[in-house]
């Protein structure tokens, strides 16, 4: 059994810089990445480029600008926003939407902030009703001149993306830190060995026997059965062992198929059913939010508070040790510590588990980060506004000195540096702290390029020194939605929703997999199977 702690005095800090550009090597020339070179913004030409811009630019008159980062709230007075201010000559507004719906709430009633994210599924929805502004390229070229080069040499394939009747409208957000990496499976250690088990499960028959030994022989020897063996998450784990994923479209005899209604599907249902019945799968897999029960979104509840022996929710990046004092440790980590201890040292990871077919995988993200950053329509009739945001994107974005600054701060005084990576300074070890600020993915909103993302970001580094989180995944190779998707897509989803917990829960026989099938193409679905074809 393989202690996740352990992995400290054998870690590799592997720098892949390219990831993103080509998913398959490391090179160590420079000329083939426009931003690779020496860790000191001194020496890095990008960052000479884009402060060059800047100077020239004329920031004398003082703008305004309403901000929204990718996580909040940002208080007004953050230091890192008054620097930001001073820097580029503007007023911010940093303004916190909470969640969808009271964003929604915000565009309807005509508060369109000038800069923020926007999630796929409503990208072209916004160009349609003419809520976000268009963005020229050749604008970008002129305004913001090294983040344009970092495009074009490093996520160049992904730039049609942003582009509507050939017309640009947003701006790619490289996802480093998580694309191309599927979920870190993590198990209770001191669980497996409680159940007289000597290795993590590595096939559907042996997950099967640790579930049932989860659920009925007293893991955490509190003598009470209180524990199940599985939630949400690791029933991913179920669907992949035989090939498929439910909400992703992948491959099959070189056509785009969805995964949910691929016959190998009602197998995988035949075991889940198996499992609810026997009280191996906790009954609240039903619920919306799955593992986690409120507050911080990125704690795996059910099992920091020991209801269920493993899990892969959420992203490796949450599940991460600190490798020495001052590093930042992953929140379900953090969290355990406090609900947990003693189970701390003992966590295991292992990868999906095989199927009958020797099939496995988990989910395995792209290498974007599911939205775009966008501009308020608003600002596509201020040209001078426009430049300004794209200068402060550019800064954080594209530079290493402005990436560091509005990541982490000021060296010193909110991390420090050791080996070249960041360590977080007292309070600012917590993540929300250095947002608070004005931090973490607030004036980048996470457009970060990998060749300084493979610099500096201690996460990264962790998970590709792990090297099988790129392995044993299944990609929902569909990007952006389907033209049709809007028209059908939230009825399908319920549709497919209905009859998986039905199936499951025994509401419905496993026979009505086929029915469900046929629902499912009659209300849309063979639309979007027939679009899919096409790409």
């Not at 020496?38 to 890095?44: F, K, L, R, V």
């Not at 000597?198 to 020897?221: G, H, R, V």
Request: glycine residues 8%.
């Amino acid at each position: 059994m393989k202690n996740l702690f352990s992995l400290r005095k054998s870690m590799v800090l592997v720098l892949c810089t390219a990831m993103l550009a080509s998913f398959t090597a490391c090179s160590s020339n420079s000329s083939n990445n426009a931003l690779n070179g020496e860790q000191s913004a001194g020496n890095d030409s990008k960052s000479n480029a884009a402060n060059d811009s800047a100077a020239a630019s004329n920031f004398d008159k003082k703008l305004d600008i309403s901000w929204v980062g990718w996580t909040g709230p940002v208080d007004n007075e953050g230091e890192i926003v008054k620097e930001i201010e001073e820097k580029f000559n503007v007023n911010l507004t940093m303004v916190d939407v909470g969640d969808a719906a009271a964003f929604d709430v915000k565009i309807a009633a005509g508060e369109v902030p000038d800069v923020f994210p926007l999630g796929f599924s409503k990208y072209q929805k916004y160009i349609d009703d003419e809520i976000i502004s268009e963005i020229p390229y050749d604008t970008i070229q002129k305004d913001a001149p090294a983040l344009y080069d970092a495009y074009q040499t490093e996520v160049s394939s992904y730039l049609d993306l942003t582009k509507s009747d050939d017309k640009n409208y947003g701006l790619v957000v490289p996802n480093p830190e998580s694309g191309n990496f599927r979920p870190l499976v993590v198990w209770r250690g001191d669980w497996l060995e409680n159940v007289g088990l000597t290795k993590e499960p590595d096939t559907l028959a042996e997950f099967e026997d640790a579930m049932y030994k989860f659920t009925n022989n007293d893991p955490d020897k509190n003598g009470k059965k209180d524990t199940y063996g599985l939630s949400t998450s690791m029933m991913q784990t179920v669907y992949g062992a035989y090939g498929y994923l439910p909400t992703a479209w992948t491959r099959k005899d070189g056509k785009l198929v969805y995964g949910a209604v691929q016959p190998e599907m009602k197998e995988a249902l035949k075991v889940l059913a198996k499992w609810y019945k026997d009280g191996v799968l906790t009954p609240e897999f039903v619920n919306a939010d799955g593992e986690n029960k409120g507050g911080d979104w990125s704690i795996a509840t059910d099992f920091v508070n020991g209801m269920i022996g493993v899990t892969s929710y959420p992203e490796y990046l949450y599940w991460k040790p600190a490798q020495s004092a001052g590093d930042r440790e992953g929140s379900n980590i953090m969290e355990m510590r406090k609900t947990l201890p003693d189970a701390v040292d003992k966590l295991v990871y292992g990868k999906p588990v095989a199927g009958p077919d020797g099939k496995r995988g988990l989910e395995l993200r792209n290498a974007l980060q599911g939205r775009f950053i966008v501009m308020g329509k608003q600002v596509e009739k201020d040209p001078e506004k426009m430049a300004r945001i794209l200068s402060i994107l550019e800064y954080s974005s594209a530079t290493y000195e402005g990436y560091m600054h509005t990541r982490y701060g000021k060296e010193g005084v909110n991390y420090n540096l050791k080996d070249g990576l960041p360590e977080a300074i007292g309070s600012f070890s917590d993540w929300n702290e250095i947002v608070k600020i004005g931090g973490g993915a607030t004036f980048n909103n996470a457009i970060w390029m990998p060749s300084i993302i493979g610099k500096v970001n201690r996460e990264y580094a962790w998970g590709m020194s792990l090297g099988t989180l790129q392995s044993d995944g299944i990609m929902n190779e569909v990007i952006l939605p389907l033209p049709s998707q809007p028209k059908y897509g939230a009825e399908l989803d319920k549709i497919r929703s209905e009859a998986y917990v039905d199936i499951i829960t025994g509401k419905q026989p496993i026979e009505y997999f086929d029915t469900f099938v046929e629902n499912w193409r009659d209300a849309g679905g063979k639309v979007l199977e027939e679009e899919a074809a096409a790409r």
